[in-house]
């Protein structure tokens, strides 16, 4: 993340993480601030065995792309609410890296932050048969709460 002030919204990630039994790393890294330390973190990332990167910023939020321009990897990018402008400058930042450096982007804040956790589990998937199967139940989980919110929706209503 790019600042330690991210961290309640990439705490979504994290518990996200958690639950699906995944390892991670948490860093805080700025590609204005400390530049030498994003690139060296971004590079260095394969040979340490990640296989996904979900980076959180906000305000122009240059993180994601720099570290995309310094890795193979694949790079999830959650804009983060920071300033004034509600996370879209963010947002709007991150969406419009050039071409030749992809990064994927998330919802804004901790909606997005789940989701990127969600989105790096189905990407690890493809290659872990473990993984893929807590996935399923997860969705199964999600579909069967709609129909237990429903089921109370519907009881309000119901005549005597």
Known sequence: MGSDTDL??????????QEFGIPFEVEVTSAHRSPQRTHEYAHTAAERGLKVIIVGAGGASHLAGVVA???????????VVTTPL????????????????????????????????IY???????????????????????????????????QQFESP
Do not use: C
């Open 120 to 154: 790096a589990a189905e990407i690890l998937a493809t290659a872990d048969g473990a993984l893929a199967e807590r996935l399923r139940r997860h969705k199964e989980e999600l579909a069967r709460s709609v129909e237990e919110k429903s089921a109370r929706v519907k």
């Open 69 to 79: 321009a310094e890795t193979i990897l694949p790079v999830i990018a959650v804009p």
């Open 8 to 17: 309640p919204v990439m705490s979504e990630a994290v518990k996200t993480l």
């Open 86 to 117: 509600g996370g879209l400058d963010a947002l709007y930042s991150t969406v419009q890296m050039p071409g030749g450096i992809p990064v994927g982007v998330m919802a804004v804040d901790k909606p997005g932050a789940r989701n990127a956790a």
